[in-house]
């Protein structure tokens, strides 16, 4: 069974003219146009089975975090179809989903409640979320006062014990230091063996290699290829040194 079906998806966003101040208003009197309208995203379309480990490739600006942003309903596309089979948990962007105002203990809390968890399972996951983040007495500190990796602990634990059966999971372990990195992979591999599906975006090719079975590059917006990963790995590599 397919976890994630994509189809066709576009996503225009609008970039202002590069002009001074004057060009602006002189465009503004002219009734001219102050933005031109780029695509993040176009015909972009894949499928992710079920248990699968799934990358995303693609260099700065392929627009990789646009389409998880739009997996996880953050945004929407302008064009195109999703169709989602399961539960998803998104771990995009490192503060995205962590209150600045609340401590670990309190942003665990929150978390798990918006993503549907009874105070009872709530109570139960608890432990196992503070105990993989490993942030000791930190847990207890608002998380502004976190650093990018401790945010990436707390964010990492969280999404992958709520039980989801899709876990997206972007870039989180750039920043994470080499013990979390690699208490992240085992992780990430026994989810795989619960038949739990992950889509990863990372610049890190290496620890991709061990986690995903299949990669889609990306380039500018548009699909270049998918498939194997160690060929998708090498073609994308080939190019980069191109
Ligand atoms: N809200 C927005 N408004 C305008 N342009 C945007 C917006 N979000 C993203 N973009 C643009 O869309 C393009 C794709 O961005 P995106 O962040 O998805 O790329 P990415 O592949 O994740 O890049 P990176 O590897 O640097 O994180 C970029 O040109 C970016 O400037």
Do not use: W
């Not at 014990?161 to 230091?177: F, S």
């Amino acid at each position: 069974m397919n976890a994630i079906e994509v189809q066709h998806l576009t996503k225009n966003f609008r970039k202002p003219y590069d002009k001074t101040l004057k060009g602006h208003l002189t465009s503004l009197l002219k009734g001219e146009k102050r933005y031109k309208e780029f695509s993040a995203l176009q015909d972009v379309s894949f499928t992710v089975k079920q248990s699968e480990g799934f990358a995303i490739i693609g260099n700065n600006g392929a627009g990789k975090s646009t389409l998880f942003k739009i997996l996880s309903g953050i945004i929407f596309p302008d064009q195109g179809k999703i169709k989602i089979n399961g539960t998803i948990a998104p771990l995009i962007e490192l503060s995205a989903g962590l209150h600045r105002d609340l401590t670990g203990e309190e942003n665990i809390r929150l978390n798990c409640a918006i993503f549907g968890l009874n105070a009872k399972q709530i109570d139960e996951v608890l432990p196992d979320i503070i105990e993989f983040a490993e942030l000791g007495e930190f847990i207890n500190v608002p998380v502004k006062f976190y650093s990018s990796g401790m945010k990436a602990r707390l964010g990492f634990s969280i999404a992958v014990h709520i039980d989801a059966d899709i876990i997206l999971i972007d870039e989180v372990l750039a920043v994470g230091d080499k013990p979390f990195k690699k208490k992240c992979n085992k992780k990430m591999k026994e989810l795989k063996k619960q038949g739990k599906t992950l889509v990863v975006v990372s610049h890190s090719l290496k620890s991709l290699k061990t986690i995903c079975d299949r990669a889609l590059i990306l380039e500018k917006g548009k699909v270049v290829d998918i498939g194997d990963i160690d060929d998708m790995l090498e073609k994308y590599e080939q190019k980069a040194s191109s």
